[in-house]
């Protein structure tokens, strides 16, 4: 399910291939006899100088220059060519970096209030202690998490490297646990089941080839001998992290990808020495159409180099085969440019193309789904055409709810299912979606995707049959 409208354009977790330091230029006003830069320096000095509401705007001279900069990084020719300001730089870096202090665990919160576990990362103090996806957290030490989650989260990440107890109910049995909140780092989870393993990687930090490592050895020491991999909404991070996990799985000096830059040289980048292969019968790799980048190239070096034992499953993936290299100013900003390709082990070019999977799967409509900003003015009445009145009833059909059509037009039937909605939620039963039954619609969907993504989500249960036969 999408909490935004869903953006097919600029990527943002692409491949970083090493990081330099820049020189930061609080200035451009050179006297250079280029015709370009003296028109540049005329406008400078015009909008600095005569423009009426010079005056009125706080540090004209840095807001120009941001956006000078942001300009000339905005290129039709390359989307992922681009200047972070200081809050985009902080963003973009912590994605990257792909670690956080805390238990380590992706939730949701439920009906009650508590923390319902969607998954636990791998050797994160939860993973440690032995919490498991499906638990529900419902409290920590004095706190309840149904008196607020937000203040319970923020207990825990205050209590790095310090014992707390975890209240929690698994089975419906209550339980407790110790456990110590400490750095994790957030793009490794694994499960394992009677006879395969399932790998979730949500992106590539510096972290991820080693936690893989971890969790490949981890399925084999209980012989387990065939894996799900599961790369759907990953859209990349660093390309040697993704070297580094399919050293995990290929044997060593293997190509892995290759780099084209500029000039045309090719570099042939093979197996990191420093991990073992981890064999495996049966490897299924999960995809759709945020796959990108890192998990693309991936994709690329299992399935040419393990073509017998590697399955792809989903929807064809982004199609990102570009890398960028980024800058680091002094001042905290940064940007990053594209410097080459890269491609596969035999040389296939995937960008602006993507991998279609071997077995296509579509994936629920709930969680494919496009929708605008909801405000609080807005209201969706029966009998009318608005873009957000086919989530509205996409949603609810999703939930089993009657409804006849789900397209941009909300027709009285649907308003109908609406209104049941509305009833079994405690919401005036008006047949009119507002901002609050908006709302309560997108935390019951959201909590039902997560509930069935282990049990009726197409895409994974298609993995699942494939790797059990």
């Known amino acids: 399910m999408k909490l935004t409208k869903k953006v097919k354009g600029i990527i943002l977790a692409l491949c970083i291939i090493s990081f330099g330091l820049g020189v930061f230029l609080p200035k451009f006003v050179t006297s250079s006899t280029n015709e370009e830069q003296k028109k540049f ?65 992706g939730y949701y919160e439920n009906d009650e209030g508590n923390l319902v576990l969607t998954n636990v990362y791998l050797n994160s103090a939860a993973d440690q202690a032995g919490l498991q996806r499906g638990d529900i957290i419902t409290g920590v030490d004095s706190y309840a998490c149904k008196d607020g989650i937000k203040q319970v989260v923020k207990y825990i990440q205050s209590k790095a490297n310090q014992t707390i107890l975890v209240k929690f109910i698994r089975d419906g049995k209550d339980k407790m646990i110790k456990a110590k909140p400490q750095s994790f780092d ?8 009677k006879d395969y393993g399932v790998i979730t990687l949500t992106s590539f930090s510096s972290m991820t080839g080693k936690d893989f490592n971890k969790a490949m050895k981890r399925l084999s020491s209980q012989g387990i001998r065939k894996v799900i991999v599961d790369l759907r909404n990953n859209t990349g991070g660093y390309l040697n992290a993704a070297v580094d996990v399919a050293s ?39 995809q759709n159409d945020k796959t990108a980048s890192a998990s693309e190239a991936l994709i690329g070096a299992l399935k040419q180099q393990l073509p017998k034992k590697v399955t792809t499953v989903g929807t064809t993936t982004y199609g990102k085969g570009t890398e960028q290299e980024q800058v680091s100013f002094k001042d905290g900003t940064s940007m990053k440019y594209t410097v080459g390709k890269w491609l596969t082990p035999n040389g296939s070019n995937i960008n602006e193309k993507g991998f279609k999977p071997d077995v296509s799967v579509e994936d629920e409509k709930a969680n494919e789904v496009s929708y605008e900003s909801f405000k609080k003015k807005d209201v969706i009445a ?71 993504q282990r049990t009726t989500n197409p895409q994974y249960r298609k993995a699942v049959e494939m790797i059990e036969s």
């Open 186 to 193: 957030a793009t490794v989870v694994c499960e394992a089941y």
């Open 248 to 286: 995990s799985l290929l044997p060593k000096g293997k190509v892995v990808v290759q780099e084209k830059d500029k000039d045309g040289k090719i570099t042939k980048r093979k197996t990191n020495d420093a991990y073992q292969q981890v064999k495996m019968d049966k490897i299924i790799l999960l």
């Open 41 to 105: 320096d005329k406008i400078y000095q015009i909008l600095t100088t005569k423009w009426y509401y010079s005056d009125d705007v706080k540090n004209l001279d840095d807001t120009l220059m941001e956006q000078a900069i942001t300009g000339m990084t905005s290129l039709e020719k390359d989307p992922h060519t681009n200047y972070f300001d200081l809050d985009q730089a902080k963003a973009f870096s912590e994605e990257l970096d792909g670690s956080t202090v805390g238990l380590g665990f």
């Open 382 to 452: 029966p009998d009318t055409t608005v873009t957000n009145a086919e989530a509205l009833q996409v949603f609810l059909a999703y939930l089993g709810y009657d409804v006849d059509r789900t397209d941009m037009y909300f027709s009285p039937t649907s308003s109908e299912a609406l209104k049941q909605f509305q009833s079994d939620n405690g919401i005036v039963a008006s047949g009119s979606c507002d901002y609050t039954t908006w709302k309560k619609l997108l935390k019951k969907v959201g909590m039902a995707l997560q509930d069935q």
